[in-house]
T-cell receptor, first 116, second 112 residues
Framework: NAGVTQTPKFQVLKTGQSMTLQCAQDMNHNSMYWYRQDPGMGLRLIYYSASEGTTDKGEVPNGYNVSRLNKREFSLRLESAAPSQTSVYFC???????????????FGSGTRLTVV | AQTVTQSQPEMSVQEAETVTLSCTYDTSENNYYLFWYKQPPSRQMILVIRQEAYKQQNATENRFSVNFQKAAKSFSLKISDSQLGDTAMYFCAFMAGNQFYFGTGTSLTVIP
């Protein structure tokens, strides 16, 4: 089925460990995004990639890095995990930038990350 | 700055009844899109309905409809004939440029 695939679905890290969250979409979308979801705070944008080869910071980029490996894949890396990064992480993609027909984001199923 | 406010953290409704979730937003943009997303316990984010700001007609998708008041910057979601499967967190979202701005969500419980 077409969509956005995130791996892993669950992860527990120790403080200071590193890991990469993987995201891939098969809808030929140009734009991809990483969000984190925390209770009472909705979704906050970490990084986004408007097109292959470009990445930009969102609202809460500190402690994260991203790579737009190709049009399909957009990974999020935590270099040194901290308890404040305990959250649910969502990857999303969209077909086009503003100004064209826009049907919203397609979201992955999320990654629940716990940093102890 | 763009902001989205959902003032109702939790709501409940009897099965088969109608419920309205409120959302207000603040922007200086004239062209933008508005969305409602549903997040059931499965955690998957599901698009419920979208509205283009330049369209005056309110969007409708089956039992879901919106009341879009552009001058008041209000975008409420009405769910008719509520079903148990409607139990979820609902997020209002606003899009301008290439970014979304999400509200903090309203947790809706449908009571049998």
């Amino acid at each position: 089925n077409a969509g956005v695939t995130q791996t892993p679905k669950f992860q527990v890290l120790k403080t200071g460990q590193s890991m990469t969250l993987q995201c891939a979409q098969d809808m030929n979308h140009n734009s991809m995004y990483w969000y984190r979801q925390d209770p009472g705070m909705g979704l906050r944008l970490i990084y986004y990639s408007a097109s292959e080869g470009t990445t930009d910071k969102g609202e809460v980029p500190n402690g994260y890095n991203v790579s737009r490996l190709n049009k399909r894949e957009f990974s999020l890396r935590l270099e040194s995990a901290a308890p404040s990064q305990t959250s649910v992480y969502f990857c999303a993609s969209s077909e086009a930038s503003f100004g064209t027909a826009f049907y919203g984001y397609t979201f992955g199923s999320g990654t629940r990350l716990t940093v102890v | 700055a763009q902001t989205v406010t959902q003032s109702q953290p939790e709501m409940s409704v009897q099965e088969a009844e109608t419920v309205t979730l409120s959302c207000t937003y603040d922007t200086s943009e004239n062209n933008y899109y508005l969305f409602w997303y549903k997040q059931p316990p499965s955690r998957q984010m599901i698009l419920v309905i979208r509205q283009e700001a330049y369209k005056q007609q309110n969007a409708t998708e089956n039992r879901f409809s919106v009341n879009f008041q552009k001058a008041a910057k209000s975008f409420s979601l009405k769910i008719s004939d509520s079903q148990l499967g409607d139990t979820a967190m609902y997020f209002c979202a606003f899009m301008a440029g290439n970014q979304f701005y999400f509200g903090t969500g309203t947790s809706l419980t449908v009571i049998p």
